[in-house]
């Protein structure tokens, strides 16, 4: 069992940067892969980035170039380093867990464990 907490959420300026941790509780935070997914209101929930077990990442191309992700398996975390943000990016953000998973998961589907989410909006 694997519980995650988010934070690092809430209202910026577009332009301006946010930087999500998610923490994880519990041992081999290493063989999970992890997900970073938001939700805007009305909408469908979608992935944002993944990082593998190795280090491997996938961006979804909206936010290329603007995002980043990294883990710290020392510290059980993954963080999401978000820059010129965009109103678009308005959403909740929610990290999520798969275990040992073959690639870099990137369905909703395919993670195990999720964390609570938190807001993030970008004013105009």
């Known amino acids: 069992q694997v519980q995650l907490v988010e934070v690092g959420g809430g209202l910026v300026q577009a332009g301006g940067s946010l930087r999500l941790s998610c923490a994880a509780s519990g041992r081999s935070f290493s063989n999970y892969a992890m997900g970073w997914f938001r939700q805007a209101s009305g909408k469908e929930r979608e992935i944002v980035a993944a990082i593998g077990r190795s280090g491997t990442t996938y961006y979804t191309d909206s936010v290329k170039g603007r995002f980043t992700i990294s883990r710290d398996n020392a510290k059980n975390t993954v963080y999401l380093q978000m820059n010129s943000l965009k109103p678009e990016d308005t959403a909740v953000y929610s990290c999520?867990?798969?275990?040992?998973?073959?690639?870099?998961?990137?369905?909703?589907?395919?993670?195990?464990?999720w964390g609570q989410g938190t807001q993030v909006t970008v004013s105009s």
């Open positions: 999520a867990a798969d275990w040992r998973p073959a690639g870099i998961p990137r369905q909703p589907s395919d993670y195990d464990y």
